[in-house]
């Protein structure tokens, strides 16, 4: 553990920052450990991580484990901290919350918003150190490289701040981030993203968009950056969700060298500017043709002309931080799948209140492509709504390539219970309908005219509904047996 974090903390609703969220994790069996063995940031850190607990869709051998602070990386004088939120169990933990109520406490917290605040610079933990150029981004921060085809060294746990330039509407998003010198980093932005837009505007009239760029945060603040449309559209504040999940404002402070803000309790804060008209190939540096491992699995692509953001301050609290994710793995399907299981629940029980009684975003889609919806039949009039539900849950969230439709008896988090569904309430050619030709995520490499001849074009893919739900006419013959209730602390002290 770091030797420099706050006062102990035992109560999830006492964690303000990742400080506090760490010092929790450490009460409790488990959930965090540290080594103060060197580790290079070079492909070793991650390898490790790999084996103690990334999780799944990274290559096995992996398992969910423990959060883990790397206390000693060769060349640097900065712990580094992964593992976070790789766990569901953990992320409720951090956010007071169960396994299963995390969709609706995310649901009730954008239901419930609470508005940032700026605080004064005398106030906020991130500007206690200002490093103003010259510096070397590289020689100061340990960014990680995932596996050795990397593109280079990466921040992917930046959050990034703008602000619209012709309204002023704000945004946070996570993307990553490639050091290419310095002060400079590569950005990618999947196309549709609010802060790209926020760029191309600023672009179009020839200026450069202020950003802040806060690492090592609130779990809170992270969950809550990962909501998409059309739960949260253009000009939404995603903050005011990560307020109402602690019930008290984000507090930001004014960043030092650019016309932005940023979080205030940040470990890290990178101020500068995504410059215009300025263009970058991700792996110049390598020349290895791959960016790093993406979130379904397999090792991305490099872009070829990306935008530079050029860091004009490096701002720090006392011994900081770095927060990193390991490459594909349950770290980032909590963080993405968590926000998309309440988008979904927002928007079912819109149209048919009750009647979907969960949703999760399984690991093997990233968080992205494969939900399981748990769905109650009360009445006759209920069969079918169930496909509607599926429906609804590809316009919640339209990077969603499967859904698997399960009955209220289902552990919707059990795969084994999953596909004991799928395989004694599924018959392929009548519970499984097709919605060829639709825009997916960009990412799924099966979604090429190479894979399919159905397919027309890259990113368009055949979604598809698997109703493993009984037909409400057949019921009583698919009860599961049931057994005696039984006081297991009887037998088990």
């Given at each position: 553990m770091p030797t420099n974090l706050a006062p102990p903390?035992?109560?999830?609703?006492?964690?303000?920052?990742?400080?506090?969220?760490?010092?929790?994790?450490?009460?409790?069996?488990?959930?965090?450990?540290?080594?103060?063995?060197?580790?290079?940031?070079?492909?070793?850190?991650?390898?490790?991580y790999r084996l103690v607990?990334?999780?799944?869709?990274?290559?096995?051998?992996?398992?969910?484990?423990?959060?883990?602070?790397?206390?000693?990386?060769?060349?640097?004088?900065?712990?580094?901290?992964?593992?976070?939120?790789?766990?569901?169990?953990?992320?409720?933990?951090?956010?007071?919350?169960?396994?299963?109520?995390?969709?609706?406490?995310?649901?009730?917290?954008?239901?419930?918003?609470?508005?940032?605040?700026?605080?004064?610079?005398?106030?906020?933990?991130?500007?206690?150190?200002?490093?103003?150029?010259?510096?070397?981004?590289?020689?100061?921060?340990?960014?990680?490289?995932?596996?050795?085809?990397?593109?280079?060294?990466?921040?992917?746990?930046?959050?990034?701040?703008?602000?619209?330039?012709?309204t002023g509407e704000s945004d946070v998003t996570i993307h990553r981030l490639c050091?290419?010198?310095?002060?400079?980093?590569?950005?990618?932005?999947?196309?549709?993203?609010?802060?790209?837009?926020?760029?191309?505007?600023?672009?179009?009239r020839g200026e450069a968009l202020p950003v802040s760029i806060s690492m090592g945060l609130d779990p809170a603040v992270y969950l809550a950056a990962c909501f998409e449309p059309p739960t949260t559209p253009l000009g939404f504040d995603e903050l005011t969700i990560a307020g109402g999940l602690r019930r008290r404002p984000v507090e930001l402070v004014q960043c030092v060298?650019?016309?932005?803000?940023?979080?205030?309790?940040?470990?890290?804060?990178?101020?500068?500017?995504?410059?215009?008209?300025?263009?970058?190939?991700?792996?110049?540096?390598?020349?290895?043709?791959?960016?790093?491992?993406?979130?379904?699995?397999?090792?991305?692509?490099?872009?070829?002309?990306?935008?530079?953001?050029?860091?004009?301050?490096?701002?720090?609290?006392?011994?900081?931080?770095?927060?990193?994710?390991?490459g594909p793995g349950e770290e980032h399907v909590n963080l993405a799948g968590i926000p998309t299981e309440a988008s979904i629940l927002k928007l079912v029980n819109d149209s048919m209140p009750g009647k979907l009684l969960g949703v999760y975003c399984h690991s093997a889609g990233g968080g992205k492509y494969l939900a399981i919806l748990q769905f109650k039949k009360s009445a006759p009039s209920d069969e079918g709504r169930q496909r509607q539900a599926a429906l609804t849950a590809f316009a919640a969230f339209p990077e969603l390539k499967h859904v698997v439709l399960v009955d209220e008896d289902v552990n919707l988090y059990d795969t084994n219970d999953v596909l004991w569904a799928?395989?004694?309430?599924?018959?392929?050619?009548?519970?499984?309908?097709?919605?060829?030709?639709?825009?997916?995520?960009?990412?799924?490499?099966s979604q090429s005219p190479d894979f399919s001849h159905t397919i027309p074009a890259d990113a368009t893919s055949c979604k598809t509904i698997f109703d493993c739900t009984v037909p409400y006419r057949l019921k009583d013959r698919f009860r599961r047996a049931e057994f005696v209730d039984v006081d297991l602390k009887r037998f088990l002290p």
């Open positions: 903390v035992s109560r999830a609703t006492d964690i303000v920052d990742l400080r506090s969220a760490l010092e929790f994790l450490a009460s409790i069996p488990g959930q965090l450990v540290s080594t103060h063995e060197p580790v290079d940031p070079v492909a070793e850190l991650a390898g490790v607990g990334a999780g799944t869709p990274v290559m096995p051998p992996t398992r969910i484990g423990p959060a883990m602070v790397f206390e000693s990386v060769k060349g640097y004088n900065m712990p580094v901290v992964t593992g976070v939120l790789a766990s569901r169990q953990r992320t409720a933990m951090l956010l007071n919350s169960t396994v299963e109520r995390l969709p609706f406490d995310l649901l009730d917290a954008l239901n419930h918003p609470h508005k940032p605040v700026v605080i004064p610079a005398s106030g906020a933990p991130c500007q206690e150190v200002v490093l103003r150029p010259p510096f070397d981004l590289r020689t100061l921060i340990p960014a990680p490289t995932n596996t050795l085809k990397d593109a280079g060294p990466y921040f992917n746990m930046g959050l990034i701040r703008a602000e619209d330039p012709e050091l290419q010198g310095p002060d400079l980093l590569s950005v990618y932005f999947v196309p549709g993203r609010h802060i790209d837009a926020f760029r191309i505007k600023a672009e179009q060298s650019v016309n932005a803000k940023a979080i205030a309790r940040a470990e890290i804060v990178l101020e500068g500017e995504i410059l215009p008209h300025e263009r970058i190939r991700e792996d110049v540096q390598s020349n290895t043709g791959f960016c790093m491992p993406e979130f379904p699995g397999y090792l991305g692509k490099a872009q070829p002309s990306l935008p530079l953001i050029r860091i004009k301050a490096i701002t720090h609290r006392h011994h900081p931080i770095l927060q990193t994710i390991i799928m395989t004694t309430r599924y018959q392929g050619d009548v519970s499984t309908i097709f919605i060829p030709g639709v825009r997916c995520h960009p990412l799924d490499p």
